[in-house]
Antibody
């Protein structure tokens, strides 16, 4: 059974860079897109972006200028960096696998808080 | 950008009743690109339905999805106590590539 395990810094100051990593266990890393999604009370569920095993990426235009998603196929991991964070970036962040056109496996979530 | 609007925002029903949740899109969606999720407090969303009407692995058959074009429906035929949660629809499209509805909270009456 596929499992996604994620980790990263939960407390940031304004202008810092958010950094999260997601490890994929128990399934094939190849042949899928791997996404980051966030959830906040104000904006609901918001797709951030995705990466393939080859490193090809797609980003949400609303975040594109601040986001980078990368992949490490040797470890079956992918990572999210979001720079210049503000209070508006406070959310639960999830990693997820793209099945066909939907998200079929999810990480457990990481709560990110931004406070000075 | 395609916007998904779910209705109602809140739905109060009793166990054993039938639940009908709606998801309306601002433009036509390929049915293959519409999914539904269930989320319980403190948990990540769980995929229920993909391709508008196909149940994901392990999902009970009391959950069904239907619809096409701009109108989609998630039906729970007979509510079990564990079905009370928040439900989201999601579409695959262009710019952004994926988007979600605002959710319907299904509460015990």
């Amino acid at each position: 059974q596929m499992q996604l395990q994620q980790w990263g810094t939960g407390l940031l100051r304004p202008s810092e860079t958010l950094s999260l990593t997601c490890a994929v266990h128990g399934g094939s890393f190849s042949g899928h897109y791997w996404s980051w999604i966030r959830q906040s009370p104000g904006k609901g569920l918001e797709w951030i972006g995705e990466v393939t095993e080859s490193g090809s990426t797609n980003y949400n235009p609303s975040l594109k200028s601040r986001v980078a998603i990368s992949v490490d196929t040797s470890k079956n991991e992918f990572s999210l960096k979001l720079n210049s964070v503000t209070a508006a970036d406070r959310a639960m962040y999830y990693c997820a696998r793209v099945g066909g056109w939907e998200f079929d496996f999810w990480g457990q979530g990481t709560l990110v808080t931004v406070s000075s | 950008e395609i916007v998904l609007t779910q209705s109602p925002d809140n739905l109060s029903l009793s166990p054993g009743e039938r639940a009908t949740l709606s998801c309306r899109a601002t433009r036509t969606i390929n049915s293959a690109h519409l999914a539904w999720y269930q989320q319980k407090p403190g948990q990540a969303p769980r995929l229920l339905i993909y391709g508008a009407s196909s149940r994901a692995t392990g999902i009970p058959d009391r959950f069904s999805g239907s619809g096409y074009g701009t109108e989609f429906t998630l039906t729970i035929s007979r509510l079990e106590p564990e079905d009370f949660a928040v439900y989201y629809c999601q579409q695959y499209g262009n710019s952004p590539r994926y988007s979600f509805g605002q959710g319907t909270k299904l509460e015990i009456k």
